[in-house]
């Protein structure tokens, strides 16, 4: 019996461990603070397709993270996604031929916006547009093409070599 309790206790342990863990990845995932304190201004980049992008994904440059998606909508005159980002005062000095793409980290987790810095003489302001971007990489598009490739080799066979 006592032998028993110990594994009962153990195990009990184990789970709430697991939880905690579990616990500490969510409120980790989930962090969505931008110190803010000086200010912010917002810019803005249309995709055609954002992926999974949310709003208050990191903005980042160089592993930094800079500011934050503000909000995303779809724009029916030119049929893109517009990204609004609102970025931190004491990031001012980004070149306005920056580009913006969406990024994923790691193999599972969330999407963010990665900002690669121009050579402009001019810096992002207030409103301003960033104009060269880079769509989110959609896996499932990579996946039907690769199935489309293999597919038309198969209904086409290599043709035979000549002999000379």
Do not use: C, H, W
Not at 131 to 143: C, G, K, M, S, T
Request: proline fraction near 2%; glycine fraction near 10%.
């Amino acid at each position: 019996m006592q032998s028993n309790r110990a594994v009962e206790v153990s195990t009990g342990l184990f789970v709430l461990l697991g939880f905690a863990a579990l616990f500490f990845l969510v409120t980790q995932i989930t962090n969505k603070e931008l110190a803010v304190s000086g200010g912010s201004y917002q810019v803005e980049a249309q995709f055609n397709n954002v992926g999974s992008l949310k709003p208050g994904a990191a903005v980042s440059m160089s592993g930094v993270t800079v500011g934050r998606v503000d909000s995303i909508a779809f724009d029916q005159d030119v049929y893109k996604a517009v990204v609004k980002l609102r970025i931190s005062s004491a990031y001012s000095r980004i070149p306005t031929d920056s580009d913006a793409s969406i990024m994923t980290s790691g193999l599972l987790g969330g999407q963010y916006i990665g900002i690669t810095a121009g050579g402009a003489e001019e810096y992002l302001k207030n409103g301003d547009r960033i104009e060269l971007v880079q769509d989110a990489f959609v896996l499932e598009n990579l996946i039907n093409q690769l199935f489309a490739s293999f597919a038309g080799r198969a209904g086409n066979p290599p043709a035979a070599e000549e002999t000379k």
